[in-house]
């Protein structure tokens, strides 16, 4: 099994979420999250002055796969979260070594 964790752009979501349903997988964990890249954050003008923003806000989309799904899982969250702008994101892919469903006790492929 693979987890694929994805930092995108927050309007990106419903996009990422649709590509993910269309090849059959449903289940996501979807966190608010804050953070820079090689941008380094950004100024913004309020009321005459001007204010660095460190942080910039991103949604992070989490979903383990079986690994034979997860090639197929990333092409849909990459190119549903692409604008070819800086600030696009990242897509991490690691191993996930058990799953179990609490509710039954269903492990592995089972369990996701």
């Known amino acids: 099994m693979k987890k694929i964790e994805a930092i995108i752009k927050p309007f990106k979501l419903d996009e990422v ?15 608010e999250a804050k953070g820079f890249g090689r941008q380094k954050g950004h100024t913004e003008l309020y009321r005459g002055a001007e204010y660095v923003v460190d942080f910039v806000p991103k949604v992070k989309v989490e979903v383990v796969v079986a690994a034979d799904e997860a ?16 600030g696009d994101g990242k897509i991490f892919v690691s191993s996930v070594e058990e799953a179990i469903r609490i509710r039954t006790g269903e492990t592995g492929r089972d369990a996701i």
């Open 71 to 86: 090639e197929r899982a990333v092409e849909a969250i990459k190119n549903a979260a692409h604008t070819g702008r800086i």
């Open 17 to 31: 979420k649709e590509a993910l349903h269309d090849i059959g997988i449903s289940g996501i964990t979807v966190t």
